[in-house]
């Protein structure tokens, strides 16, 4: 029988939470997003996926992961949602930006500027990357498209909404506030929305770093992927690395995570600037497919 975990405060759990259960968890979330669950996410993966057993009804986590398992497409998504980290916040990692406008305006206007927010999240990320655009071309429509993609269905749909707590923008300039952001009244008071012509210039898309096919065509200028491969074992980091080489314009960067770097892959990609890469080797476009 497989060892009951005791929660880390002491406290008894409303469900039994085994060993088992954990190992079947993070097997599952490894299997289908590559995330990794170390053991000292046992708390974590209880707290989070204990609302699902109860809302969904079961008494023990055994018989709602054989629900699971059994892939009920709604409760699949939801399980998946509860699993992600989502922290993010507006301008993170701010030395990125004025390198990214640097880029795109290096290429003149000799192309539609093509980005991909690989790790999309709440939204914070793609609308810093469309305000960076706005300012780089002084203009509310510049030739920029963006695709900001997640995993996590609930968190993109906040992003696609893009309402904020007035809160999230506190930390910004306040004439960055003024001209890309609209208070809220009435019921919506407390709450900030990105102007309308931010998000025209972005499509939302769930996606899955690791599903067989994306729903993006290269090629692009830029992809972030920031803040995710640190969820990823270095095997899965490579795979993902390898997915994005003929996506990729011959002089494309990838913008990682403050504490992600990609040394495993230096004969793909070399660094360029703090935590940003550029391709060792352009690939040739005359063979890329829609992948
Ligand atoms: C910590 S947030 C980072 C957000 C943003 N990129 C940033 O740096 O602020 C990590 C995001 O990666 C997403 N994610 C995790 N695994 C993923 C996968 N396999 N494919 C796509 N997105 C994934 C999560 O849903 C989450 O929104």
Redesign the pocket.
Same mark, same amino acid.
């Given at each position: 029988m497989s060892s009951i975990l005791p929660s880390s405060s002491g406290r008894d759990r409303e469900f039994k939470f085994t060993q088992d259960d954990f190992e079947r968890v993070s097997k599952l979330i490894y299997e289908h %997003?590559?995330?990794s669950l170390k053991s000292s996410k046992q708390d974590m993966v209880y707290s989070r996926l204990a609302r699902r057993v109860r809302a969904t009804g079961f008494d023990n986590f055994r018989d709602y992961l054989d629900y699971v398992g059994k892939n009920d497409p709604v409760e699949w998504e939801a399980f998946v949602n509860s699993l992600?980290?989502?922290?993010?916040?507006f301008f993170?990692e701010p030395h990125h930006f004025p390198l990214l406008a640097e880029h795109v305006i290096k290429q003149g206007r000799s192309h539609q500027i093509s980005l991909w927010c690989?790790? %999309?999240?709440t939204g914070e990320?793609p609308y810093s990357i469309a305000m960076t655009m706005v300012d780089a071309f002084g203009s509310f429509s510049p030739p920029v498209s963006i695709l900001a993609?997640?995993?996590?269905t609930t968190?993109l749909a906040k992003a696609e909404s893009g309402v904020y707590p007035i809160e999230h923008v506190e930390k910004l300039p306040a004439d960055k506030v003024k001209r890309f952001f609209l208070r809220g009244t009435g019921t919506q008071s407390g709450f900030v929305k990105v102007r309308p012509e931010l998000q025209d210039m972005i499509t939302f898309r769930p %996606?899955?770093?690791?599903a067989e096919s994306l729903p993006i065509r290269g090629p692009l200028d830029a992809i972030?992927c920031?803040?995710?491969m640190i969820?990823f074992d270095k095997q899965t980091q490579l795979k993902i690395l390898q997915r994005f080489v003929p996506l990729l314009q011959p002089d494309g960067l990838v913008f990682a995570?403050h504490s992600e770097s990609f040394y495993n892959a230096s004969h793909l990609f070399r660094l360029r600037g703090k935590t940003v890469y550029e391709l060792v080797k352009p690939y040739s476009h005359e063979r890329q497919e829609n992948i």
């Open positions: %997003a590559g995330i992600t980290t989502n922290l993010t916040s993170r690989s790790a %999309a999240s990320e993609t997640d995993v996590n968190v %996606a899955n770093l690791l972030f920031r803040n995710v969820y995570g």
